[in-house]
């Protein structure tokens, strides 16, 4: 190693050093732990949105239609994208006749 680059590998650790006890890379673990902190958050809730609230209302409308007999063979477990597919039918028909009422389009 020559003395020139020992003294630049010298002055990088000391610009390291500087940065780490001026708080910007403290600032940045801070921020990406939050990051990280977050994006699990968020997962949890969309999980639950979808697994729960989606499929449930899929299945008990599937269910309802069905006159009690879905849910009783392969078939939900064959077709979970059906479900889903109600699911998100009934609250778009929902959410648009609430819509439609509020707007006095509707009765």
């Known amino acids: ?3 020139p680059s020992a003294i630049l ?3 990088r650790l000391r610009i390291v050093d500087v940065r780490l006890s001026n708080g910007l890379g403290r ?3 801070e921020e990406e732990i939050k990051r990280g902190v977050l994006t699990v958050i968020h997962w ?4 639950f949105i979808v697994q729960i ?3 449930g209302i899929g299945r008990v409308t599937l269910f309802a239609f069905s006159g009690g007999r879905f849910g009783k063979d392969d078939w939900t477990a064959a077709h ?3 479900t ?3 699911g998100f039918a009934v609250i778009a028909l929902m959410w648009t006749l609430i819509a439609l009422y509020n707007n006095g389009l509707l009765w």
């Open 1 to 3: 190693m020559t003395v």
């Open 9 to 11: 590998n010298v002055v």
């Open 27 to 29: 600032r940045h673990m």
């Open 44 to 47: 949890i809730v969309v999980v």
């Open 53 to 55: 609230l989606v499929f």
């Open 80 to 82: 979970q994208n059906w």
């Open 84 to 86: 889903y597919f109600t």
